[in-house]
């Protein structure tokens, strides 16, 4: 098991270095940027592949809407190229607020443009000329459109590898199945260590039966909130931390009628819970919304509390399949803990 973490760069850049610095020598396999609509993740990643030595960093995750599949492949070679071999290429389809609201692209196909994603990327990578139709993506563009002047090319520079790890952030099963079936690693969220398999185990094995025997086991990228604490009532307060997030996507990404966060809690058992916080967020209610999670799901997905607590949350997760535990760590030495649990699972 390794250990990775997410990276805050919202603020300044060269904070951003040093943290990922200091996380590195404390034992991080794996650090994450995000890409909102926010500062663009590659000029960071490209920042901090020249301030770090052996951790790898991931994009956490680039929306597979905001670039071609080419440009994505060459983004991709490029800060592989820059970090030595380091980079791990994170996608997802993100959701239509952030697709059509910032890209003012149609948010359609999300599975299969990331399939085929996938198969243009890994063309590229190994300097085929890349010849791709699909229902999404015509490399090269027929005669009949735009000038017919466009042909078959391959990448011009030679990689550092011809084979970048690819990890999908996928929640819904047929979603699952593709990245089982196709991708490196797995970013699922809400990751529930007892409850996962309940969920995605179907979906994981259609995948895993449908798998090239040359891929590697597919990773899987979960974790929580991090905290080693004798005192119950701060142990309480720090679970609740993820009240707010847990509302936010549960009760407030999408609509009622679609949203994928919501469908997970379903799943997971939590159907009345669900359909409350829905409710409550989407009429303003928000602290009542937050209120309204399961002190069963905070309990569980945060590895909070005394060391043996924590340790038993590190130990059901690795049970779960994880391979990459996400840690959170909150408290006066995050690096400390760090480098107590990295002891652990090494």
């Known amino acids: 098991m390794k250990i990775s973490m997410a990276i805050n760069y919202m603020g300044d850049p060269k904070a951003a270095a040093a943290e990922a610095h200091d996380l590195e020598s404390a034992g991080v396999d794996i650090g994450w940027v995000a890409e909102l609509y926010s500062f663009d993740a590659v000029s960071i990643l490209g920042y ?53 609201g910032w890209h003012g692209v149609p948010y359609d196909r999300p599975l299969g443009r990331q399939r085929e994603i996938i198969d243009i990327c890994r063309k590229v990578w190994r300097r085929e000329k890349v010849v791709h139709h699909g229902p999404s993506y015509d490399l090269p563009l027929p005669e009949d459109q735009g000038t017919g002047l466009g042909k078959p090319l391959k990448l011009i520079n030679h990689p550092v590898r011809e084979s970048i790890p690819i990890y999908i952030a996928s929640l819904g099963p047929k979603n699952v199945e593709m990245t089982a079936e196709l991708a490196n690693g797995w970013l699922p969220v809400f990751f529930h260590p007892e409850k996962a398999a309940s969920v995605w185990g179907d979906a994981i094995a259609a995948g895993n039966a449908k798998r090239d025997p040359s891929l590697p086991p597919m990773e899987i990228v979960a974790g929580g909130a991090l905290a080693i604490t004798n005192n119950a009532d701060e142990a309480a307060q720090i679970r609740d931390g993820g009240r707010f997030m847990t509302a936010l996507y549960v009760g407030g990404m999408g609509s009622r009628g679609k949203n994928f966060y919501n469908n997970i809690f379903r799943k997971y058992g939590y159907e009345d819970a669900a359909a409350t916080i829905q409710d409550l967020y989407l009429s303003g209610k928000k602290e009542e919304a937050m209120a309204a999670v399961p002190q069963e799901f905070l309990d569980a997905t945060a590895m909070v509390g005394d060391e043996g607590w924590v340790r038993e949350r590190v130990e059901a997760y690795r049970a779960a399949g994880v391979t990459h535990l996400s840690v959170q760590p909150v408290g006066p030495d995050p690096l400390g803990l760090i480098e107590k649990v990295k002891g652990w699972i090494s």
Request: glycine share 16%; aromatic share 6%; proline share 6%.
């Open 48 to 100: 901090l592949a020249a301030k770090t030595d052996t951790m790898e960093l991931g994009s956490g995750i680039f929306p597979v809407y905001s670039r071609t599949p080419t440009l994505t492949a060459m983004t991709a070679a490029g800060l592989d190229a820059v970090s030595g071999g380091r980079f791990v290429l994170g996608l997802g389809a993100s959701g239509p607020q952030v697709i059509e």
